[in-house]
Structure formats: structure tokens, C-alpha cells
């Protein structure tokens, strides 16, 4: 241990309720490193980083920075001595501009017009410097799930900090997207600064971090130097068992075909075009995967296809039947279930319980309602039932979904639409925010899925994640469909190339 480090965290400890998301964790962040934190989902990663930054209040210890003890009321305070933090779920006022957001609650202290002028050339300046292609007069609501998360780094770094915490900002990245930002956190250190970064994703976090620290049920297990550990052993201190990383899965034939998308044509909310024509069938017992970086349509497609998005032109099959133009709740009752990429505005509801969540589509339905009366012990039962068998960690099936960590978000989302016996699956970035151990058992769920003669459709900026699983990978690039490969690692640069729209040299390269 450093005699005066950076950042101390001293025996810290925090209760919700029954809950104790910190058991008395200690840690010591060195200046200028880059530190990362891993663990389960609801290790208390979050809840520990956001009492650094002022936004949970601990119930007993120190943190000392910059050999200093301190106590923020507010993130405001901690932003104030250069400590800011960029959440896992979006804090963005979505029909403001970016400019706008980061001005919010500034006061006074910017009331002409030309501070408004220098927001944005400062903005331009940090997102030139940073290479984050924020842009200070867009909408924040027209922004793909990427381009918040930059905004939401810009913000940071715009009101100007020495100790950065990201909390998994990668999960909504992609691989390009995900170089920059490491190598952003680099330049940063170059800059003097400190990050603390959260990621599930060891192969980032052994890129990167200088240290690495381990938590489980509150507490911090192990701190190690990145030279001195490696992928496995680090999976192994956090799930305290061996993952596997490669997922068995035996070659079946297809069966019949369960959804087919013809030349389907849609635009983005914007107004721009962003599927056009795409064409494909997904049959029963197969894993069909779209592969691009993310904006190349990918996100339009799922929201057409489950009726969250006009269409334009073209139809939609679903079981023989046409579902083009349906709403959502009449999709979804034709057993098709959607994992959305976005959990918060399509998934679920932040203020309802666990139970409430698991029946959304469903509430008026046999067993979980009869004769217009909730079927309040059924839904507890259900949910229960859920909550074990995908270990959502959690107090009890009544407490908000609000109250729980974002990958134990995910797998209620997932537990869900899997109990409704779909034939069909939508999955929009499936493992976003799980950690390791969770991510197998999910894989292998779809496995189970796949094998008991559903039929899936992955959309997925992981290229592991499709690899994985998938029988076959389509890539999407400006709005179509470029291509399809097996998922066959050494056909990797090909994928890649028709990722970029290089058809024709990946043709070569095939
Ligand atoms: N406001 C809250 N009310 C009740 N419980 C909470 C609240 N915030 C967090 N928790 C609980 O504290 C525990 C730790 O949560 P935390 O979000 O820190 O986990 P995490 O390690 O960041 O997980 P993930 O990898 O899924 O993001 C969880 O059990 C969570 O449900």
C-alpha cells in the first residue's frame, strides 16, 4: 500500500434495507493509474463508485482524497473537487441538445448568449481532442445508445475532473468505438488524470488497467497488477468458480421457417432512411446472427420488427401469418418475444416490482389474471420461480426493478421473455451489462432455446457474443444486408471487411 494514496476507501459500508451492497469494502486508487473494478453483477460496484461521487451517502467509513477526508452532498460537490462519474444507464435530458444538458443547472452564471457560444466551442474542442464526435446542437433523443454514451464522457470531461469513474461504459460500444475509448483513458493518464473503470469485459480491462480489483458481496476480494494475472484467473476471483469461455454446441438442420423479413424499408425517428430492402428468414432451431457497427440499421430493424417502428415498405411473417403494422402488444401475443437493446425504454418499467415487470405483456392473461382480478399469488410464484432459476440478485419479487443492478436488470428481461414460450426470440445486444458467469449461463439458455426448436435472431456489436452461439452471421451495413458467413473465427477478417461495406474484398478475402 502506497503511504498517501490518491483515493482511500476505508471500511465503507452501505444497507438498502436487507440489502447490504457494501460490507465494509476498502481500496486504494494510486494517482495517475488506471483501475479497474470487476465482479458479479450486484457485487456493489456501482453503489460504491456512486458514493464517490456523491450520489449515495455511506452509511459508515472514510474516503480520503487527495490525503483529505471527505463527504459529498451531491455529485455537484464531487464534480466541484474534480471527481465526476459516467453512469451505466443515461442521465441526459433526452430533448435537450448536448449543450444544453451540460449547461443544466448551471444557474447564472451562463445567461448570454455568448456563453451558449462558448459551450459549444468547447465542446467542438474536447470532441476534437478526444476524437468523440459530439456534436453541441444535437438533440440528445435522436442520438444512437453510442453516441449518449459519448455524450455523457464529453460531460465529464467538460466540466473538468482528476478522477474519472466509468461505469461499463463499453457495453454499449462498439469494437471501434471501444478502441478510442480505451485509448482515450490512456491520453487521459497522459493528461495527469485517474480512472476507475468498470467493465465486464476482460479482455478490455487486461488491455488497459494498470491494477485490478476484484469485489464480491460487497467487499473488495483481491487487488492484483494486470502483469500478474491473467483472463481465467481473474473470471475465477470473481464468479469463485472455473467459466467457460467456449460454449459447447452440436450441428442440428434447421427446421421450418418462423419469421421472414422481406425487403423490408424503414426510416429511423430522424426521418432518414435505415433498413432498406433487407431480406432473411430465421428457422426454427437455428441462431441467426446480424453483425455491424452499431448505426448501420441494426437498431431500426428490431424496433420494425417488433412493431416499435413504422415500416415503410415490405412485410414482415411471422408463423405464415403477416405481422407488418401490428403494434407491439399484438406482436408479442403471437409468441414473439424481444430482448431490446434498450432495456429502460423497452424492457421494462424503473417504478414497477419484479412481479409487475415479469407480467408486463401479460397481465390480463391466463394464469396471471381471472375474471379482471390480478392473480397476485401466481404472479409471486412466477416471479420467484424466475428469480432463481436465472439468480437475479435481488430482495424480494415487490421491490422496484429500479432497485436492482443493471445486469440483474438484464436477466429479469431475459427470464422473462424466455418463460413466454416464444417461437420466436429478438435479442438486441443479449449479454449488455451480465458478467461473466451469467453471460454463460444466458448463452447457454439461448442454446436450450435453440435446440428446443425456437427460432433466433442476435443482433450483436460482440463478435464473441456471435461467435458463440450463432449458426450463421449476417452483417448489416448502411441498412442492408451485405452479406452471411458461418461463424468461423478464422473468417474473422472477411467479417470485418464486410462490416466496413468492403464487399468486394471480403469476397476476395473469402
Ligand atoms: N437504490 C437501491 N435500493 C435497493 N437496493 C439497491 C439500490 N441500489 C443498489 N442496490 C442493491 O445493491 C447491490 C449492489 O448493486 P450494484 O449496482 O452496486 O451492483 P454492481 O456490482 O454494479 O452490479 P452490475 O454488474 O449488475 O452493474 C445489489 O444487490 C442492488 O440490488
Redesign the pocket.
Known sequence: MSAKPFLRIDNIRKR??P?I?SDGVSLEIEEGEIHSLL?E????????MSMICGMVRPDEGEIVYKGQSVRFASPRDAIRQRIGMVH?HFMLVPNLTVAENYILGQGSALSVISDIDKVHRKIRALSERYALDVRPDAIVEDLSVGEQQRVEILKVLFHGIDLLILD?PTAVLTPQETDRLLSLMGDLVKDGKTVVF?S?KLDEVMRVSNRISV?RDGRVVNTVRVGETNARELARMMVGREVRMELPRSPKPPGRIVLSVENLTCRAETGLPAVRGVSLDVRAGEIVGIAGVSGNGQTELSLALSGLLPVDSGRVVLNGNDITGLDPAEINARRFSHIPEDRHKHGIVLPLSLSENTILQRYDQKPFATGGMLNRKVIGEHTRDLIKRFRV??RDEN?PIA??????QQKLVVARELARDPDFILVNQLAR?I?IGAMEFVMEEMLRQRDSGRAILLISTELEELFAICDRIVVMFHGEILGELPPDRARLDELGLLMAGNKEQAALAG
Open positions: 438498502f434495507g440489502i451492497a465482479g453483477n450486484g457485487a456493489g460496484k456501482s453503489v460504491l451505466q461499463e468498470i465486464h469485489m440478485k435481488s421491490q432497485a436492482l443492478s443493471g445486469g440483474n451489462g458478467d
